[in-house]
Structures are given as structure tokens and as C-alpha cells.
């Protein structure tokens, strides 16, 4: 590593791109994470590792991060860095709310994403149009989102039953929930799933448990983001139009040189970044809690960005990253002892990937693998609770690993971040 | 290919037209502003000229009307808003000045502050050197913190944007694990419900102006004190810029900035400028929360200022990185927030100022942009007019 | 060479085009008139406006006068999408290529066939093949662009090309990144395009290869048109004579200066890439006296880059030791380097040698910032450091107002002399040089030659990185061939010629010399 660290820093390390992960992989990768919580929940006695009620509140959280996270990747994709995204969720909390309250859910989240795509269309003109450095842009967009948001409350909500300079009224309704047939009851039918995860058989019922969090008590709104995931994918890699956007990524110059219209991609990509962390935000505020509060949004576009990069700019790993955040967020809001189990499966993933390295002959990451489990083992047994304070930050000093152990080997797109003026090709 | 070359000396006026850019540029924005801000008013169905007047007279005199006699209040309150904003867009502007962009001051501030004031505390030394060593405990808490990110930056190529954003969220976390862990080992009144620390005890005080200048004639006698941290952010503002401008670590820190390959062609060791401006910018930042700690509130506590760090990106880029400018923006940013407070009394909501000030910013990042682009045409133009053979066999411009 | 026939209708022609910049007109009243079917070569020197040109008849660039015509109908093109509509198609000289896509992703990219609204990658794969076989391309649509080497990423530039079915093809300076032998297959390729009935618009500024393939050849000099000739009719001498109004300069050295006294020895370095896989440096040994120029000639992306960045301090070797004069200076960092006496001319000078918008005296500085007359003490120096920036402007004959203006402003050939003067300065005993006289204009290259001639004769010892053959041959005591991270072979500048040196740096001599 000492070689790259004085040269130029992009070169040498664009060459290695993990270009997807297999199925396969994917499945073993599961496979192995369902075993351990197993056991960890079966010698711990923390139920609410595996329960279905985590399981359903890590998807709903982990479903505005998810769509702050494909903004993220709508916008990197065209080339465009968008640190916005918090700024343009906000403005998403906040329309979304206010459509849910003057009208009913479903124009509450048309509403949030209208917000969001304004905040993503401004972001677009200062930085395609008039080429501003997109960092700078971005915070400046958060500030004003935030700036927007407390403005309009004020001049709105203010006086409102519920509503105030930091709140809003509460939403007209909410968006209806279903559960899957066959699996949990949903029609009338028996709820396997749920008869099943009462056992607390090892495997069996977690297995079950994670099922039934999935498919009971669903928000369509849910629904329609987790299939926004793979509808990226197909768009990105299997059209036309999809082709042309990555391109404008990659080299823009090579793409004005074949007359796709760059400006035109880059607009497109952000304006619907915008709309989708509009999305994020209408949905904290239509199915997470009914109203708009001020600082709803906590940071989770820049999580949502965070997860992108923890899934190297591609839908799936983006939904992998944004699950897992999701996940550690539900399961400290169900039951605090369980976040003190997590520490021994932390210690036991380390050290499976301890003994995978050593396999590969790479014995240093082995030894750093070997000592981080240690040192979590030994956090495990001599503690009963792990602090609320240190628990909130899990997402975030999770990503800062992720990112330190695997930036190497990340592959964004070619051009990210780097401003373009139309004309320049040749 | 002939004639000797002509080394004509670059008339001084040249600086001049582009600092007239430049002001143009910022009026423009804030122009911008007040017109967003005009338009919000009226929205909200007042009049944005009555308004405005009001904010100025408000903030200058600390009157809403003509009547009553004028008091500084409203100055010293502005310069007390000011103070922290400056001191924090430093430390962002250090690291912008070689494109190095530090979104942590945020967390940096707030970890320094709960270490000052836990020292603060704990220490007891005469104020002589008590209040210079909370002040080096907080640059050096600010700095430790800055560094992870400048480590992971060099060491593992983790982008500094993300790292210091995760970091700010950490310290949040931290901070409320050190208060909860701290409060309950410390908390001898069982009745003391609130989160804060303990007040600072008068030796770990930073003293303001107000008698001083009293006893010169120039103020009379006011609630609010005008800031001992003034003084700090002058010093710290002038050898900012010595040391920006006119260092040979200035230069390789501008050179960074403009051109990072070039710069380590010609032997600036990229690692360590990354590493030195991130922990001088953190602890710049752990400076940002001392005057309201050591001025104002005498304690760390829920009620702490929040957004100092965010603010102070928006101050840095008003002001161009530059401390005079930076000065400025700071001042502006204490005076929208103080006059805003009398619109509510009005029946106008205060919170235009919040817009006006991102508006402000996002006009004002377009507008030297532009002003940028202006610069370069007119100096491509200057040299060809002066020595059109500079463009030599080559009619084509590559720049 | 066929005689082209006079009467074959004009494919393009140019009529009073005008293309103005800030302060420069870079085309001024330009006409260029196009046969169907011929190889039409457009000659001029760097910067002469040829690449504006092009730019504008592709649709990149929009003419402020002047007319287009192609095929007789006059087009106004607002987009490259409606010069491609036009049957035109361009072969940029920096390969305009995504690297992180697939060839196939590459080509059908602006022009993608779909079916039933998704991307057609069967019938996209089988249209290149097509193309690739009809042409003997030998192009594999699956291929990671990354992963290609310079000529097959050209050949994927022209199938992407013929794939939009252009009539009217425009190679850009196609010829700057191959050798000889890989040259003589573009042609080969050309001939074949031309058999079609292709129109080729061919840019060079390589007299001797634009008068091998042209049939006929347009002069442009300072923006403007100057000659319409048959090659039938011209030497080299009196194209040179139209395009430059003078003779062109060669790099021809005087008597040898070199000395037994080594400056700068590298002894068996070696790099590992990055990804792993192939070495980037290979046990790399050579000598570099006082007074003597070493070359380095090879394909590029064969390690020179790395060697050069090694020799300055910008990577470390995994093995092997870089002695200045008797000093192991393998550890040593970039600054210290330059204090002690190397100096560095980077191959792409605005990447690696300017802060663009920063004034030329501060540019001076960078590289000096620990020496006089940049500083004193821990300050910058402002007041010798500009007038040390006054002397390089007038030693160096750098065409400008003055210190404090923006390096920007300057043209490419007045920005090389300046890095040049630069880089001498301080008395370096060792020079590395990539690229010296790239993309300069022949006043320009002419003065560095010659700055680097007085050099060498007063002493110093020159690395030449270049892909410039002649320039290779022509500045060298001491010749090696670089392929694949090694020096393959050492050559005698004085007797090798370019076919012979190509030869070398693709492999094929050396896998000759295997068999024989």
C-alpha cells in the first residue's frame, strides 16, 4: 500500500472494480448471517434478534435510507455528487407532510417527491448549468432545505391544531398494510409463519421470524420502494436510455462525442435523486410517524449516501448496506439488551472472516480480524447493556469501517464529482 | 517567432478590477436574498419594505421605533453571534483553501466543548492558566477528531466528506454517553433532572470587554458582555492569513488546493498537507463552542448551539475563505438572526432569516462561479491584446 | 498511389469558416474541399487550428462565419448527433472511451439497438462482429475497454465509427500513439475504407505518413488556409516550407558529451501493480552519465510513466535502489529530490507541472519552495521570486505580459518553455524529461531542443521519456527500449531507424532475435 500512497491517488486503484457479486455469493453470504444470529439468539436469550417485530421495524427503517440511497446512486451515476440528499429529503418531510395533511397519503408522498425534485432540479442547474463544485452545492442545498422547511412551518402550520414552527398537523390517514397469504395470514389464511417462529426452534423459527417480519403488516408505500431496487437495476443495465445516463458518468466526453446529450442525462439523473429522497423523506413522515417534525430526517440521506458507497454504486449492494443500517436501528428501538447480543455476533463474524483470511495466506488481515474479535468478545462478557449513546451511532461508525477496510476496492463511477462544461470533448 | 519579449509590468489596477468581481458578485447575492426574503414577507402578507426597516433599525439601535433612545444591546448581541460563526468558518476555510473539505466542525465543537467543560470543571489552576489550558484542551479534542478523518483519508483513501459527516454523528453519540456516564458519577443533587454540566467555576471564566470599555467611555452598562473570544478571533484571523497567504506552508497548502498532482510533481507531500491542515482545521473548530461556554452559559447542556459547524461552510464560502471576508459574512449572519427577532413581535415570522440566509449561499457559490469564468475570458483577452504572440504558432485556445 | 480523379464529387466542403475564442481567432476564413472517396490528409503544426476545424465539422464546435457542405446539401450542425445523422464520423486523438465498459457498451452507446424497450446486446453483438469481420478489425465485443491496449482501443474507436455507418470519416493525429509497423496496418485499414468508397479526412502533422496515404492534401497555417497540393507534386521539404515557412527543426545533437562519470544510477527496481497481475517496473537497470542523454522509447503504458514517477519520488520501488551519484536516494522524498539537483519535466504539463490559475511567478515557485530566491525563511519570497520569473521569461523567450500572469492565458508551446526554464533553474545535475516538446508548437520545440542540447553539453545528465521517434533517435547517446515494465533492449541511436526501433518496442524484433 505504501507504494500508492504518494502517487496519484485515482490511477492505480481505478483498475480493480468488484464488478457485482454473484448470486451465489449473495446466498452463502445469508446463509452464514442467518446460522450466526441463530445461535447468537439461542445462547443469549435476546429474542428480539431474530423476532418478527425487529425484522418489520428494520424494514421500515431501512426503506427511507434505501431511497435516499438510489437518489444517491441516480445522481453518482450521471457524475454528479449529491450531498443534498438530507437537504432534499427535508424538503420531502416537509411537502409530504403537508400534501398528507391537506389531502390524504397517497398526495402526501406525490407532494414529498415534488419537494425533493425541486431541491434535486436546483441542485442541477448550480451544478450542471453553472458548474459550482457539487460538495459545495450540496451543503448549501441542506442548509436551505432546512432554512425552507422551518420557513414554511411557520408561515403554515403555525395556528394549526397539532401544527407549529417545527411540526405539522397530523396527515390526513394512512396508507393501508397488508399481510402475505399462505405465509403470514394475510386473506384469511393461516399464519404459518407466525405458529412457526413461536417455537423458538434454532434456525427454523429465525428463520420464520425474519419471514414474517417481511410479509406482515406491509405498507404498499413499502412494497413500491423495495421494488424501486431491482426497477434501478433493469434501468440502469438493461436500457437504452439507462446505458446513456452511466455514460455521462463515466465519460462524459465520450458520450457528447457520440451526440448523447450530456446537460440532458445530468438533469435527469438529478432531478429524479432529488425525487426519490423526496420519497425518503415523504415516507418517514406518511408511514414512520403522520406528521413533519423538525430534524425527522436525522442525518438519513447522508446514511442513504453512505449505504450507496457501502454497495459500491449499485442497487443491490446500496439495498444490502441501507438493510443493515435498518437493521441495527429497529433492533435498538425493540429491545436494548438484544444490541448487547450483536456484540457476540459481531465476534463471531470476525472471527469466520479471521479463518477465511488465513485460508488466503493473508495473515495481517487475519491478525486484525482476530483482534477486533477478541476485543468484542471480551466487550460481550463484561457487559450486561450496551450505552444508548454508543448504540446510535452503530450506522455510522459501521460505515466509516466498511469504508476503511474496502474503499480500496471500490469502483465509483469514472467522472463522479468532477464538474463538466458542455464543448469540451475533442 | 521575433522581437524581444516584452516583460510588462502588470498594472496594480488589475487586483483591483477583480476584487470589484468579487463585490460585485456578493451584492448580487445578497441582493438575491433580499429579494427572496422580500417575497417571503410579502407571502406571508406584510410589507417587505416596512420589514426591512425594521430589521436594521432593530439591529442597529435595538429599537423597534424612533422614539425610544438607542442602546448597543443589539451590537454587542450581533458580535456575540458573530464571534463563533467566524472562529468556525476558519476551520472550514483552511481546509477549503486546499480543497480539502472538513464537514465535521459540527461534531469537532461540540466534543471540545463538553471536554472544556468538563475541565473546566475538574482543574483547578488560577484563571491565568485555567483558561489557557481549556482552551488548548479543546483545540487538541477538535484536532484528535479532525485527525481520524485525515488518517483514513491518507492511510485507507476513505473520502474526507463522508468520514467527517459519520464522525459528527459519532460525536453526538459520544457525547451523550460521556454527559449520561460523567452526570451520573457527578450529580450530588438528586433533584437535577436537566442534562448539563456543572457551572464553570469563575477561574475557568474567559472575561468580556464590557468593563474596559466601560471605563473608557465607549459603553455604557449592558446585560450581555462584549466577548473576551473577540480578541482570540482577531489574532487568529490575522496570522490565518499571514499563514495562508504569505507562508511557504501557504503556498504548498494553495498549491493542494489548485492543483493536487502538480503540487506533488513539485515535492508537496500530499499525506502530510492532508493530515497538518485537517488537525490545524480541527482545531480551529474546537474554539468554535468556547465563547458561549466560557462567556455566556458557563455550562454544556441540551441547550448547547446546535449547527455552528454547517453555518459556519455557508460563512467560509460567503467570505471566500478569506478572513477579511469571512469577518463580514459572520457579522451578516449575526445580523440577520438578531434583527429577524423583532419581526415576530410584528406578526412576521422570523424565520426568513433562515431562508434568507441559504439563499445567500446558493446565490452567492453561482455568482463566483460566474465571476470565475469572467476573470478567465478577460484575462485570456488581456494577453492576447498585450502580447498577441504569447498565444504563439498556437491560435487555438487550449485553456 | 492511385491518381485521384478530379471529377468525383465533393464528399464535405468548408467554405470562409471563422471560429473566434476569447483574444484568438483560431480559424480564420478556412475553405477545404473534400473528393468522394479520397484520403484527404489536412496538414499544419500544433495549434494551427486544425483540431478547431474538425471540431466544427463534426458538430462539436459551431462556426461563428462560413458555410458546410456535405455532399453538396449545406448543414448547419448543432450536435455531434447531427453530423453522425450526416454519414460523418470522427476518430478523436484522445480516445473518447468509457474504460469501465464493455467495447459493445461503447459502440452502440447514442445509437443503441432495442427490442421490445430493452437494450438488444444480442443483436448490437452481432452487428460489430459483423463490422469487425468485414474490416478485419478483429474487435470482441465483450471485452472490458480497461483492459485494451492502444491499437485496439483505435480500432474500436473507428468500428464505433462505421457502426453509426459514417461515409465521411475524420481521423484526428491518428497515427501520434503507434508504431511504425502499427501504422502501416492503419493504413493498410484505410485502403480498405477507401476500396468501399469511404471518404477519409485525415489530420497529421507527420509529412512523410501524410504523403504516403493522401491523395490529396490541405495546408493550414495560423488559423487559416494556405495551400491545397497533390502529394503527387511535393517533397517534405516544401510541405514543411508551407506550414511552418521555414524548415522544420530536427533534434540532431552535436558531438558526443558524454562523460564516465555516472549521475543518476538505477539498479534492478522493480514495481508491482496495484491490482496485481503484471509487474509495472521489472528489474530495471541502466546507467545516466554527466553530459548524456538517455532515451526511453516503448508503447505506451509500458512502465515509463512509472519509471519517471519513481525517479522523482512520486512512487517507491518494492526491490532495487535509485543512486544520485553515490547517494542511495531510493527513500527520499519528491522535495528532497529536487533539492538535490533533479529537475522534472511532467509528460502532461497541466496535470503535473502548472497551477493553472495561479500567476506565473507562483508557478515558479513550485518545485523551489524551500530554496532562494522562492523564500526566505518560512515566507514566501513575492518580490526575487518574480523577478527570477522576469528571467526565465526573457532566457526562455516565454511570450507573455508578464509574472503575473495566469498560466492559463499562455499557449501550450509558451507554457513548456516555461516549465522548462523552471526546471533548470537551481543547476540540477539530473533531468527527467517525459514528453518535452508534446502537443508544442515547432518554435517552441524548437527552443527546448536546443535548451536541452546547451544542457547537456554544460553537463547534465538527461532521462528522455518520448514517443516521438525521431526525437528519441535524434537526442539520444544512449537508446533502450521499454515493453511490458522492462528495458528489453539497448540500442546505438546513431545507426537505429525508427521502423527498426518500433519493431523493437511491439515485441516483434525481440521474438525474431527468440527464433533466429
Request: hydrophobic share 45%.
Given at each position: ?9 485515482a ?35 435476546a ?15 431501512a ?23 438530507e ?105 404459518v ?19 414474517r417480519?417481511l410479509?406482515?403488516?406491509v ?24 446505458l ?59 446514511i ?56 488466503r ?12 474479535a ?10 450486561t ?9 452503530t ?20 467522472a ?11 | ?57 432593530y ?17 454587542i ?9 467566524y ?16 464537514i ?12 472544556a ?31 481520524i ?5 491518507v ?17 453526538l ?11 451520573s ?37 449592558h446585560?450581555?458582555q ?31 488546493g ?6 506533488q ?49 455557508a ?7 478569506k ?44 455568482a ?12 485570456e ?19 | ?48 487550428g ?17 458555410t458546410?457542405?456535405?455532399d ?6 448543432r ?32 445509437s ?23 474490416y ?11 483492459d ?16 453509426r455507418?459514417?461515409r ?59 495551400a ?14 508551407l ?5 522544420l ?43 548524456e542523454?538517455?532515451?526511453?522509447a ?102 507573455t ?16 518553455k ?47 521519456v ?16 521499454m515493453?511490458?515494465?522492462a ?6 541511436p546513431a545507426?537505429?531507424t ?17 527464433q533466429?
Amino acid at each position: 500500500m505504501s507504494t500508492t500512497l504518494e502517487a496519484p491517488i485515482a490511477e492505480p486503484l481505478r483498475r480493480q472494480g468488484i464488478r457485482g457479486v454473484g448470486g451465489a455469493q449473495w446466498l452463502l453470504i445469508s446463509a452464514v448471517i442467518l446460522v450466526l444470529l441463530s445461535f447468537v439468539r439461542a445462547t443469549t436469550g435476546a429474542t428480539d434478534l431474530t423476532s418478527d417485530g425487529t425484522i418489520g421495524a428494520a424494514l421500515t427503517l431501512a426503506v427511507p435510507i434505501g431511497l435516499a440511497g438510489l437518489g444517491g446512486l441516480f445522481a453518482e451515476r450521471v457524475g454528479v455528487v449529491n450531498i443534498g440528499l438530507e437537504g432534499m429529503m427535508i424538503l420531502g418531510t416537509w411537502f409530504g407532510a403537508y400534501g398528507g395533511w391537506q389531502w390524504g397519503p397517497w398526495r402526501g408522498v406525490a407532494f414529498g417527491i415534488l419537494g425533493g425534485a425541486l431541491g434535486g432540479l436546483l441542485h442541477a442547474i448550480v451544478t450542471v448549468t453553472f458548474g459550482v463544485d457539487h460538495i459545495i452545492s450540496g451543503v448549501s442545498i441542506n442548509l436551505l432545505g432546512a432554512g425552507l422547511a422551518r420557513y414554511l412551518s411557520g408561515v403554515i402550520f403555525t395556528g394549526h391544531s397539532g401544527g407549529g414552527a417545527t411540526q405539522s398537523p397530523p396527515g390526513k390517514g394512512a396508507i393501508s398494510t397488508f399481510d402475505v397469504p399462505v405465509l403470514s395470514g394475510g386473506w384469511g389464511s393461516p399464519d404459518v409463519l407466525g405458529s412457526l417462529e413461536k417455537h423458538h426452534w434454532f434456525l427454523i423459527s429465525d428463520l420464520a421470524g425474519i419471514l414474517r417480519g417481511l410479509t406482515v403488516g406491509v405498507s404498499w408505500l413499502t412494497l413500491l420502494a423495495v421494488l424501486l431496487v431491482p426497477a434501478t437495476y433493469l434501468f440502469f443495465w438493461r436500457t437504452k436510455l439507462g446505458l446513456r445516463m452511466r455514460s455521462v458518468g463515466e465519460s462524459p466526453l465520450a458520450a457528447e462525442s457520440l451526440g448523447v446529450p450530456v446537460y440532458r442525462m445530468k438533469y435527469i439523473g438529478v432531478v429524479v435523486s432529488g425525487a426519490l429522497a423526496g420519497l425518503a423523506g415523504s415516507f418517514l413522515v406518511i408511514v414512520g410517524a403522520n406528521y413533519y417534525r423538525e430534524g425527522q430526517t436525522g442525518g438519513r440521506g447522508f446514511i442513504g449516501l453512505a449505504a450507496m458507497i457501502f454497495g459500491n454504486w449499485r442497487p443491490g449492494g446500496l439495498a444490502a448496506g441501507a438493510s443493515l443500517f435498518g437493521y441495527a436501528d429497529g433492533l435498538q428501538l425493540r429491545q436494548k439488551s438484544a444490541v448487547h447480543g450483536l456484540l457476540l455476533f459481531v465476534a463471531l463474524l470476525l472471527v469466520l472472516i479471521a479463518v477465511r483470511a488465513v485460508l488466503r495466506r493473508q495473515f495481517v488481515q487475519a491478525l486484525v480480524a482476530a483482534a477486533v474479535a477478541v476485543a468484542f468478545a471480551l466487550w460481550f462478557s463484561l457487559s450486561t447493556v450496551v450505552p444508548s449513546g454508543i448504540v446510535s451511532f452503530t450506522p455510522h461508525i459501521t460505515t466509516l469501517l466498511v469504508l476503511a477496510l474496502a474503499s480500496q476496492r471500490l469502483r465509483p463511477p469514472a467522472a463522479d464529482g468532477v464538474p463538466y462544461r458542455k464543448g469540451e470533448a475533442g | 517567432m521575433t522581437g524581444a519579449p516584452m516583460p510588462v509590468r502588470k498594472p496594480r489596477s488589475v487586483d483591483l478590477a477583480g476584487l470589484g468581481y468579487n463585490v460585485a458578485a456578493l451584492v448580487l447575492a445578497i441582493g438575491v436574498a433580499v429579494v427572496i426574503g422580500g417575497l417571503a414577507v410579502e407571502l406571508s402578507g406584510h410589507n417587505a419594505i416596512s420589514a426591512y426597516r425594521l430589521m436594521l433599525r432593530y439591529a442597529a439601535c435595538n429599537q423597534a421605533d424612533s422614539s425610544t433612545p438607542c442602546t448597543a444591546d443589539s451590537v454587542i448581541d450581533i458580535i456575540n453571534r458573530a464571534v463563533p460563526y467566524y472562529l468556525s468558518a476558519l476551520a472550514v476555510a483552511i481546509g477549503f483553501r486546499m480543497a480539502l473539505f472538513n464537514i465535521g466542525v459540527e461534531g469537532q465543537y461540540r466534543l471540545a466543548a463538553v471536554a472544556a467543560a468538563i475541565a473546566g470543571v475538574e482543574i483547578h489552576l488560577p484563571a491565568v492558566l485555567q483558561v489557557p489550558l481549556m482552551i488548548i484542551i479543546a483545540m487538541a479534542v477538535g484536532a484528535i477528531w479532525a485527525g481520524i478523518a485525515a488518517v483514513l483519508k491518507v492511510t485507507r483513501g476513505v473520502s474526507e466528506v463522508i468520514s467527517t459527516i459519520m464522525l459528527n454523528y459519532i460525536a453526538l453519540g459520544l457525547i451523550s454517553f460521556i454527559l449520561s456516564s460523567y452526570l451520573s458519577g457527578n450529580n450530588t443533587d438528586s433533584n437535577n433532572l436537566s442534562i448539563a454540566t456543572p457551572d464553570l467555576p469563575s477561574a475557568s471564566q474567559m472575561p468580556g470587554f464590557n468593563r474596559l470599555l466601560h471605563d473608557l467611555g465607549l459603553l455604557g452598562s449592558h446585560p450581555d458582555q462584549v466577548p473576551g473570544f473577540l480578541l482570540v478571533a482577531a489574532i487568529i484571523g490575522t496570522v490565518f492569513y499571514f499563514v495562508v497567504e504569505r507562508s511557504r506552508f501557504g503556498f504548498d497548502l494553495r498549491a493542494s488546493g489548485l492543483n493536487p498532482f502538480a503540487a506533488q510533481a513539485g515535492g508537496v507531500s500530499s499525506a502530510r498537507m492532508i493530515v497538518i491542515t485537517m488537525l490545524i482545521s480541527g482545531a480551529l473548530a474546537g474554539l468554535v463552542g468556547l465563547p458561549y461556554l466560557m462567556g455566556q452559559a458557563y455550562s454544556y447542556s441540551s441547550e448547547f448551539p446546535a449547527n455552528l459547524g454547517f453555518n459556519g461552510i455557508a460563512v467560509a464560502l460567503l467570505g471566500r475563505n478569506k478572513p477579511i471576508g469571512i469577518a463580514f459574512a459572520a457579522v451578516l449572519w449575526g445580523f440577520l438572526e438578531r434583527s429577524a427577532q423583532i419581526l415576530d413581535l410584528n406578526g412576521i415570522p422570523q424565520e426568513i432569516y433562515v431562508l434568507m440566509q441559504g439563499s445567500i449561499v446558493l446565490a452567492v457559490v453561482v455568482a463566483y462561479e460566474i465571476v470565475r469564468r469572467a476573470k478567465v475570458r478577460r484575462a485570456e483577452r488581456e494577453v492576447a491584446r498585450q502580447v498577441p504572440e504569447a498565444l504563439g504558432g498556437a491560435v487555438e485556445v487550449t485553456a | 498511389m492511385t491518381v485521384p480523379e478530379a471529377e468525383a464529387p465533393l464528399a464535405v466542403e468548408l467554405v470562409g469558416i471563422t471560429k473566434r475564442f476569447p483574444g484568438v481567432v483560431a480559424n480564420r476564413d478556412i475553405n477545404l474541399r473534400v473528393r468522394r472517396g479520397q484520403v484527404h490528409a489536412v496538414v499544419g503544426e500544433n495549434g494551427a487550428g486544425k483540431s478547431t476545424l474538425m471540431k466544427i465539422l463534426y458538430g462539436m464546435q459551431r462556426p461563428d462565419e462560413g458555410t458546410i457542405r456535405v455532399d453538396g446539401k449545406e448543414v448547419a450542425f448543432r450536435s455531434p448527433t447531427d453530423a453522425i445523422n450526416a454519414g460523418i464520423g470522427m476518430v478523436h486523438q484522445h480516445f473518447m472511451l468509457a474504460d469501465n465498459f464493455t467495447v459493445l457498451e461503447n459502440v452502440v452507446l447514442g445509437s443503441e439497438p432495442t427490442r421490445a424497450g430493452r437494450l438488444d446486446r444480442a443483436e448490437a453483438r452481432r452487428r460489430i462482429r459483423a463490422i469487425s469481420d468485414e474490416y478485419g478489425l478483429g474487435v470482441q465485443p465483450d471485452r472490458i475497454v480497461e483492459d485494451l491496449g492502444v491499437g485496439d482501443r483505435q480500432r474500436v474507436e473507428i468500428l464505433k465509427v462505421l457502426y453509426r455507418g459514417a461515409r465521411i470519416l475524420i481521423l484526428d493525429e491518428p497515427t501520434a500513439v503507434l508504431v511504425p509497423q502499427e501504422v502501416d496496418e492503419l493504413f493498410g485499414n484505410l485502403a480498405e475504407l477507401r476500396a468501399e468508397g469511404v471518404t477519409v479526412v485525415f489530420i497529421s502533422h507527420k509529412l512523410d505518413e501524410v504523403l504516403k496515404v493522401a491523395d490529396a492534401i490541405t495546408v493550414i497555417r495560423a488559423g487559416t488556409t494556405v495551400a491545397e497540393v497533390s502529394p503527387a507534386d511535393v517533397t517534405p521539404r516544401d510541405l514543411a516550407q508551407l506550414m511552418v515557412g521555414s524548415e522544420l527543426p530536427t533534434p540532431e545533437t552535436r558531438e558526443s558529451t558524454v562523460t564516465d562519470q555516472v549521475q543518476l544510477s538505477v539498479r534492478g527496481v522493480s514495481l508491482d501493480s496495484a491490482a496485481g497481475g503484471r509487474r509495472l517496473l521489472d528489474d530495471v537497470s541502466f546507467d545516466l552519465h554527466r553530459g548524456e542523454v538517455v532515451g526511453i522509447a516503448g508503447i505506451e503504458g509500458n512502465g515509463q510513466a512509472e519509471l519517471v514517477e519513481l525517479l522523482i519520488g512520486l512512487r517507491t520501488p518494492r526491490t532495487g535502489t535509485v543512486l544520485l551519484g553515490d547517494t542511495d536516494v531510493t527513500d527520499w522524498p519528491t522535495l528532497r529530490r529536487r533539492e538535490a539537483g533533479i529537475g522534472y519535466i511532467p509528460e502532461d504539463r497541466h496535470r503535473q507541472g502548472l497551477l493553472l490559475p495561479s500567476p506565473l511567478w507562483e508557478n515558479r515557485v513550485l518545485g523551489h519552495q524551500s530554496r532562494p530566491p522562492s523564500v526566505r525563511g518560512i515566507w514566501i519570497d513575492r518580490r526575487s521570486a518574480r523577478a527570477d520569473t522576469r528571467r526565465i521569461i526573457s532566457e526562455y523567450d516565454v511570450r507573455t505580459p508578464g509574472p503575473d500572469t495566469p498560466a492559463f492565458a499562455l499557449s501550450g508551446g509558451n507554457q513548456q518553455k516555461f516549465i522548462v526554464g523552471r526546471e533548470m533553474s537551481g543547476d540540477p545535475t539530473v533531468l527527467i524529461a517525459a514528453h518535452p516538446t508534446r502537443g508544442v508548437d515547432v518554435g517552441a520545440q524548437a527552443a527546448i531542443w536546443e535548451h536541452l542540447r546547451q544542457a547537456r553539453s554544460s553537463g547534465l545528465a538527461t532521462l528522455l521519456v518520448s514517443a516521438d521517434l525521431e526525437e528519441l533517435i535524434g537526442m539520444s547517446d544512449t537508446l533502450y527500449v521499454m515493453l511490458r515494465g522492462a528495458l528489453v533492449a539497448r540500442l546505438d541511436p546513431a545507426s537505429v531507424t525508427p521502423e527498426q526501433l518500433g519493431s523493437y518496442m511491439t515485441g516483434a524484433a525481440l521474438a525474431q532475435g527468440a527464433q533466429s
